[in-house]
C-alpha cells in the first residue's frame, strides 16, 4: 500500500486523475478473497441502490465511492495519507507558532476591546485563508508544507486579497453575540477542505470563536472518501487532534486537549456526507441532498473553505468577473455564507469592473496560482 501510494504521489498532475491514480488497483483488488467481496456488496446493495446509485452520474466515481464503502481493507486506505501527514509535520514551526498565539490570546480575552477583538478576528480569518494555499492538489501531491511563520506575513499578502467582506463576517457574528440570550446558540458551520496545515488553522479559527463567544458550536463537513488529493476525511480529522494533543510542545498539546474536548462535548460537531463528493454543484443540494441543504440552514453563517467549494458554489460556470456572487449561487441559500479560497482554477464573480481584465493583462495565470484570495460573503446583514 506504502507504494502505492508513493507512485501515485510522484505521477503529479494539477489533480489525482481517476485513471492513473488506480493503475495499481487491480493488483491490490486481487488480493481481496472473493467471499469478502460478495459479503460486503450484499450488505452493501440495498443503501446503494436506494441512496446513493441515483445521485451518481459517473460510473467511474461510483465505482471508486463503492469500492471505498465497502471493500476492506481499501475503505480504510487513503492512498494520500502520507501526504497530509508530511505536510503536518513539516509545517511543525508554523504549528507551534499559531498555537502559542492562541493560548497567549486565550488568556488576554477578556481585556481586549471591541476592535481589538475584531483585529483577532480578522488574523484568524486571513491565516485560514491563506493555510488554503498549502493545497496538495497545486503541487500533485509535492511537499506544500508551510515552514515560515505565516502570522509574519500577513500585513504583505493584504494586497492580494481581491474580495474582501471579512467587515461582514464581524458584523454578523458579533451582533449574534450581544444580541444572544442565555442558553441560545450561534452556530458556525465550516465545510473544510485540505488536512494537513490548512485543517490546523481551521481549527485555531474555531477555536477562536468559541473562547471570544463570537459562536457557541462549530460544525465541520469533510468527505467520506479520500478526495482530491488531500481533502479532510474524519480519519484524517481525528488523526490531527490526537497528533496535536500528543505533542512535546505544551502549547501545542493544551489546543489537542481542547479541541478533543469540545468534540466530547459536543461543541464542535463533525459530519460528513456523501453530497461532497458527488459531482452536483451547490444549488442542486436542496434536491439532491435535502437532509444536508437542512442541517445547513441551521447555521447562523457558514463558511465555505476552498477552490473546490468556489466552483461547486458557482456552479463552476463560464461567469462574467462582475456577475454578483448572490446571482452566481443560483438558488443556493441556506443562510449566510462566505467562500474563504484562493484561487486555484477559472472561475471568479463579485470583482470590480475591470479588475479581472487589468490582472489578466499582467499575469495571465492569475486565476490558477493561489497567490490570490477572497472572503466573499453572501447573506442579509
Ligand atoms: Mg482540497
Wanted: charged share 25%; hydrophobic share 40%.
Amino acid at each position: 500500500m506504502k507504494q502505492l501510494s508513493r507512485e501515485i504521489n510522484t505521477k503529479g498532475g494539477r489533480y489525482a486523475i481517476a485513471d492513473r491514480t488506480f493503475d495499481n488497483a487491480p493488483q491490490v483488488l486481487k488480493k481481496i478473497p472473493k467471499e469478502e467481496f460478495q459479503k460486503y456488496f450484499e450488505q452493501w446493495q440495498h443503501p446503494w441502490n436506494k441512496g446513493v446509485a441515483p445521485k451518481v452520474i459517473d460510473w467511474k466515481e461510483a465505482a471508486i465511492i463503492w469500492m471505498y464503502k465497502c471493500c476492506p481493507p481499501i475503505d480504510d486506505f487513503d492512498v494520500f495519507r502520507e501526504s497530509k501527514e508530511q505536510n503536518f509535520f513539516e509545517s511543525q514551526e508554523s504549528i507551534i507558532a499559531l498555537c502559542t498565539h492562541l493560548q497567549e490570546l486565550m488568556k488576554t480575552i477578556e481585556d481586549l476591546d471591541e476592535n481589538q477583538l475584531k483585529h483577532e478576528f480578522f488574523k484568524l480569518l486571513q491565516i485560514s485563508l491563506w493555510g488554503n494555499k498549502c493545497d496538495l492538489s497545486l503541487t500533485g501531491g509535492e511537499n506544500s508544507s508551510q515552514k515560515t511563520n505565516i502570522m509574519n506575513y500577513l500585513e504583505d499578502l493584504k494586497p492580494f486579497i481581491l474580495v474582501n467582506d471579512m467587515e461582514h463576517l464581524w458584523s454578523l457574528l458579533s451582533n449574534c453575540k450581544k444580541t444572544r440570550e442565555k442558553e441560545s446558540i450561534t452556530r458556525v458551520d465550516i465545510v473544510l477542505d485540505n488536512s494537513g496545515f490548512e485543517l490546523i488553522t481551521d481549527l485555531i479559527l474555531a477555536d477562536f470563536l468559541l473562547f471570544s463567544n463570537l459562536a457557541t458550536e462549530i460544525h465541520f463537513y469533510g468527505k467520506t472518501i479520500p478526495w482530491f488529493v488531500s481533502d479532510t476525511t474524519i480519519h484524517d480529522f481525528n488523526w490531527l487532534i490526537d497528533e496535536v494533543k500528543h505533542s512535546n510542545h505544551k502549547w501545542v498539546s493544551k489546543c489537542g486537549a481542547d479541541w478533543e474536548n469540545y468534540v466530547k462535548t459536543g461543541r464542535w460537531v463533525y459530519h460528513d456526507h456523501i453530497f461532497w463528493t458527488l459531482p452536483h454543484e451547490f444549488c442542486a443540494m436542496s434536491q439532491v441532498a435535502p437532509d444536508l441543504y437542512a442541517e445547513l440552514q441551521k447555521a447562523h453563517l457558514i463558511l465555505f473553505k476552498g477552490d473546490l467549494n468556489y466552483r461547486k458554489l458557482t456552479g463552476d460556470r463560464k461567469w462574467e468577473f462582475t456577475v454578483p456572487f448572490h446571482q452566481a449561487l443560483t438558488g443556493f441559500h441556506p443562510a449566510p455564507l462566505c467562500s474563504i479560497r484562493t484561487l486555484k482554477a477559472e472561475i471568479q464573480v463579485g470583482l470590480q469592473p475591470g479588475q479581472g481584465e487589468q490582472l489578466a493583462a499582467s499575469e495571465p495565470n492569475w486565476l490558477t496560482t493561489g497567490k490570490y484570495g477572497i472572503f466573499q460573503f453572501d447573506g442579509p446583514l
